[in-house]
């Protein structure tokens, strides 16, 4: 099936630093949306995007839908310990009637107090 | 509160043996969907169901059998012919409100 490609894989930044994580499609999508995954559970959305240019934020954290459809962009500001954790990127196809999304292997962040 | 129940957390299965994941919603969405999740991977589309009566095989549906009688429920029974059933399942549904998934917990299997 196929895939999206998130980067960077993993992060380890200090308190306080920013950190901005993508995801990049072979195809054009319509939504991207945005995950955070703690350890044992199950992902939470954080943001999604429905149309091209599109910039949204949910308090320190910032999200793009690329203009080109086939990327997106995350940024999380002054980060803090609790932002530890795996942070997924999914989008559906413009191409897809059934609405499933479809998966970014994930960027694990770590935080250095 | 409205939300999803996978039931159990964890689970252990012997070789050769059937068991089912539980995955019950409330929240009224049509579309019930079925994930796996590997170290280090992204997640895996197993099975989806747009309406109840209906599935739809996903990118990994082999070794995998779904069904869903009722809006509600959508249990997931991984059959003896996976051969490497352990990981992490996640169950969702689809918000008609932001088209995106709502996730319940999840359930760790574990061949033993």
């Known amino acids: 099936g196929q895939q999206l490609n998130q980067s960077p894989q993993s992060m380890f930044i200090q308190e306080g630093e920013d950190v901005s994580m993508n995801c990049t499609s072979s195809s054009i999508f319509n939504t991207w949306l945005w995950y955070k995954q703690d350890p044992g559970e199950g992902p939470v959305l954080l943001i999604a995007?429905?149309?091209?240019?599109e910039l949204t934020s949910n308090g320190r954290l910032t999200a793009q839908f690329g203009i080109t459809r086939k990327d997106s962009f995350l940024n999380i500001s002054a980060s803090i310990p609790s932002d530890v954790g795996i942070y997924f990127c999914?989008?559906?196809?413009?191409?897809?009637?059934?609405?499933?999304?479809?998966f970014g292997s994930g960027t694990r962040l770590l935080v250095r107090p | 509160d409205g939300g999803i129940t996978q039931s159990p957390k964890y689970l252990f299965r012997k070789e050769g043996q059937n068991v089912t994941l539980s995955c019950e919603q409330n929240?009224?969405?049509?579309?019930m969907y079925w994930y796996r999740q590997d170290p280090g991977q992204g997640l895996r589309l197993i099975y989806y169901?747009?309406?109840?009566?209906?599935?739809q095989k996903g990118d990994i549906a082999e070794g995998y059998s779904v069904s869903r009688e009722k809006k509600e429920s959508f249990p997931l029974t991984v059959t003896s012919a996976q051969k490497n059933p352990t990981a992490f399942y996640l169950c969702?549904?689809?918000?008609?409100?932001?088209?995106?998934?709502?996730f319940g917990s999840g359930t760790r299997l574990t061949v033993v």
């Open positions: 995007l429905y149309k091209a240019g």
């Open positions: 999914a989008g559906r196809s413009s191409m897809d009637s059934s609405y499933k999304l479809i």
């Open positions: 969702a549904s689809l918000s008609r409100a932001n088209y995106g998934y709502t």
């Open positions: 169901s747009q309406i109840v009566n209906d599935f």
């Open positions: 929240l009224n969405h049509d579309a």
